[in-house]
């Protein structure tokens, strides 16, 4: 319920439709006398209803909308790109260190471990401060780590480059889908966080595609060189190009507290003060009450739509807070509170268990591919990780677009109600694709089947499924509980990286004792079984979701 009702037009709007309407439902349609805010080409209901301030970030034209996409972006990929880059070059790491395969490989697991916790520094620094800085540190802190990890000259160093890169790039995982939930309409959430899976686990395909040849051909010291280049032009691009996206909208309970307030004074104080305020309102973040809008035009209802642009003070290094000590607090406690609510718990497991779908490739890639009777150079392995990436692309080109076309046609045969719910049958292609996926990769690499087979087929259907269930589950999520976006991945990004680490830790001696087919079948078993629960909250998502509307976290 991102269109910040007032309880009366709640009611109204309640009656009229004969539907509850809950945290995460919204009206996609105007309903008798109440008209909306619509997208400038079509009769489409924009949620959030933007205000009627040039510098609101809903607000902003398309030139700053990409410029501020493109930054997340490029953090997502950049400051993704190095810490599941080294399966190609674990031949190289062995022998620069003096190690084994399960040690080197703790490079891969610990970053991800620290990388999963190191949000519970970040988003409360995103909350309090706002994503800005939050996008500077973390890049410097990635820029600093990448020149750590291409000097270290012994295994404990280098050890400790991981850990940092892990602080550093814990925002790959969780500033974007914030930064999208503050500059994208509902209807726009489905392409854009596809987009940002694409590119986050693209940047995890990448990687090793580049430092595979790198580590043959000019050495693996050279690959960590690249990544400081790479974070030095996205550290520019982000100082220039990146305004602050934070907003506060007025949610109804500030509608009615000021309301209140105003009834209580003498009338000629009331005139002064509803005057101080509304100017104050207007100043910060004026926001429409629905019941108040016309039958106008768009451009006559919000002037400033497509049209605004940030101000000098949405390019300060940070963003002052009158609440700092709360704010963090607050922060801290959020994700942590949301393990408790179903849905956040649901796409933390379908998100968790599907990635290390794609984590079981990166680990194995080089224990199965440089072995007989296959023999293949680290180039070669790198080069496998194209049909990920193709993977990826397809799914991007489907997923997103699939998923909000079938929540709009839901919507429009409940008559303009859109139920976050709507989106999930967009998993079931998906599903099938990740079963087939994993079936290929398991029982090719047991039996030794042609390379041809196992790529093409199994690294592609991987490559499709680790972008598309994440992007469905998660912005499930958001829909349902869209001010605390940013917690919500630090949620999935705990269960996912401790869940990651452990799988780094245990799938080397299990398939060695085992074989390929029992770790990479039992997590295809989870995936499948989390997302088979997708049918319970499709049928009961709406009664969880009503166990928690009085939660404070719609507040926020």
Not at 265 to 283: F, G, L, P, W
Request: proline share 6%.
């Amino acid at each position: 319920m991102e269109m910040n009702y007032d309880e009366n037009v709640l009611h109204q709007l309640e009656e009229e439709l004969n539907v509850k309407i809950l945290p995460g439902t919204e009206v996609m349609l105007d309903v008798g006398t109440h008209h909306f805010v619509k997208s400038s080409n079509s009769d489409r209901v924009l949620v959030p209803q933007p205000s009627n301030d040039p510098h609101d970030p809903l607000n902003w034209s398309p030139f700053w909308k990409f410029s501020t996409m493109t930054c997340a972006t490029m953090i997502s990929f950049v400051q993704g790109c190095g810490p599941l880059a080294l399966a190609p070059m674990f031949p190289q790491l062995i022998e620069a260190f003096d190690s084994n395969l399960t040690d080197v490989i703790q490079f891969t697991g610990v970053a991800i471990l620290v990388l999963g916790f190191s949000n519970f520094i970040w988003v409360p620094i995103s909350t309090t401060f706002g994503r800005r800085p939050t996008a500077l540190a973390s890049t410097l802190i990635c820029l600093g780590s990448m020149i750590w990890r291409a000097r270290a000259q012994t295994y404990g160093s280098f050890m400790g480059a991981c850990v940092l890169n892990g602080i550093g790039a814990g925002p790959a995982e969780t500033l974007q889908p914030a930064i999208i939930a503050d500059v994208m309409f509902l209807h726009e959430r489905g392409l854009y966080n596809t987009l940002y899976f694409a590119f986050y686990f693209g940047s995890l395909m990448v990687g090793p595609i580049i430092s595979g040849p790198m580590a043959s051909n000019v050495g693996w010291r050279n690959f960590w060189w690249l990544n400081v280049a790479m974070c030095a032009v996205t550290f520019l691009a982000c100082l220039f190009g990146f305004p602050e996206t934070k907003w506060h909208r007025l949610h109804p309970d500030e509608i009615r507290t000021t309301a209140a307030t105003a009834s209580s004074q003498s009338s000629e104080e009331k005139v002064m003060i509803d005057t101080i305020e509304n100017k104050d309102i207007e100043a910060q973040s004026p926001t429409r009450k629905p019941s108040d809008l016309t039958r106008n035009s768009t451009a006559m209802q919000d002037p400033y739509l497509g049209k605004g642009a940030p101000n000098k003070q949405q390019f300060k290094l940070f963003q002052p807070t009158a609440y700092l000590f709360t704010s963090v607090l607050v922060a801290l406690w959020t994700p942590w509170k949301l393990f408790a609510f179903p849905i956040v718990e649901f796409a933390s497991f379908i998100v968790s268990w599907s990635a290390s779908s794609f984590l079981t490739l990166n680990l194995t890639q080089s224990q199965v591919f440089a072995n007989p009777p296959y023999n293949f150079s680290s180039t070669t392995i790198g080069f496998f990780n194209f049909a990920i990436l193709i993977g990826g692309i397809l799914s991007l080109l489907t997923a997103g677009p699939l998923s909000d076309w079938i929540s709009m046609r839901a919507t429009r045969k409940n008559n303009g109600v859109r139920e976050p719910e709507m989106r999930l049958p967009t998993m079931i292609p998906y599903v099938i694709i990740m079963i087939i996926g994993n079936f290929v990769v398991a029982f090719g690499y047991q039996r030794q089947w042609d390379w041809k087979v196992i790529v093409i087929i199994g690294f592609t259907c991987a490559g499709i499924q680790v972008s598309a269930l994440p992007a469905i589950a998660s912005t499930y999520a958001v829909d349902s509980y869209k001010p605390v976006a940013g917690s919500i991945f630090v949620s999935i990004t705990v269960n996912k990286n401790l869940w990651g680490y452990g799988l780094s830790k245990f799938i080397t001696p299990w398939t060695i004792q085992d074989g390929y087919v029992p770790p990479i079948m039992t997590n295809m078993s989870l995936v499948t079984l989390w997302c088979l629960f997708g049918i319970l909250f499709w049928w009961k998502g709406k009664t969880f979701r009503r166990w928690t509307q009085h939660s404070k976290v719609h507040r926020m």
